[in-house]
C-alpha cells in the first residue's frame, strides 16, 4: 500500500505541473522547485538543477525527462513511467479537446487576445527562469565566463546547442582537473 500511496503522490505532482505549466520545460523550474523541493522534498534545490540540466541535454522533452529521472529516483521503473504519465496526461487531455473543437477556435476573437496574454505571461515566466538559474548556477568566476562565452555563441553563431552543451561540460571538467592537479602539487610542496 506504501508503494502505491508513493506512486500515486508521483503522478499527482507530476499531474499539477504539466497542467498548469505554459511555455514549456524552462517555465516549469519554478514549479518543480515549489512542488519538488519545497514542498515534497523529494529532491534538494542543487539535484533538481542537475536533473532538469540532464534532461535538456538528452532527448525528448525537458519536462518528460525530468519527471521520468525524478520518478526514477523515488520507486526506480514504475515511479519514471508513473511520473511521466503525470506530466504528459494534462497535455493529452487539453490536445484531445481541442482538436475536438478545433475549428470553432480558430477564428474566435477572444481565443487570439488570450493567447496573446498567455504568450507574454511564457517571457516573462522564462526570464524568471534564467534569473533562478543563473542565480544558483553561476557561482564563481569561471561559471560566469563560460556561461557569458557559450551565450556569445549561441546569439551569433549557428554552431548547434547539443555541440554548445558539450563545449560547456568539456570546460567545466578541464578546469577541474587544472584544479585538481593543481591543488595536488600543492600538498606535494
Partial sequence: MNKFKSLLQLY????????????????????????????????????????????????GIIAVNT??????????????????LGMISPSLIIILLIAAFLNNFLDNVWVSHAMMGVRAVVCALLSNTV???????????????????ILALAFFTPI????LVIMAAASGIIIDLIKSRKKKEDKVE
Fill in 131 to 149: 534569473i533562478t538559474l543563473g542565480k544558483k548556477t553561476l557561482k564563481s568566476l569561471v561559471a560566469w565566463i563560460i556561461a557569458i562565452i
Fill in 12 to 59: 499527482w505532482s507530476f499531474f499539477k505541473i504539466g497542467g498548469l505549466t505554459f511555455g514549456g520545460g524552462l517555465s516549469m523550474l519554478p514549479m518543480l522547485e515549489r512542488e519538488l523541493v519545497e514542498n515534497r522534498k523529494w529532491v534538494k534545490s542543487e539535484e533538481l538543477l542537475d536533473i532538469y540540466a540532464i534532461g535538456q541535454c538528452t532527448p
Fill in 67 to 84: 519527471a521520468t529521472f525524478v520518478g526514477y529516483k523515488r520507486e526506480k521503473v514504475s515511479g519514471g513511467i508513473i511520473a511521466t
Fill in 160 to 163: 548547434p546547442t547539443v555541440c
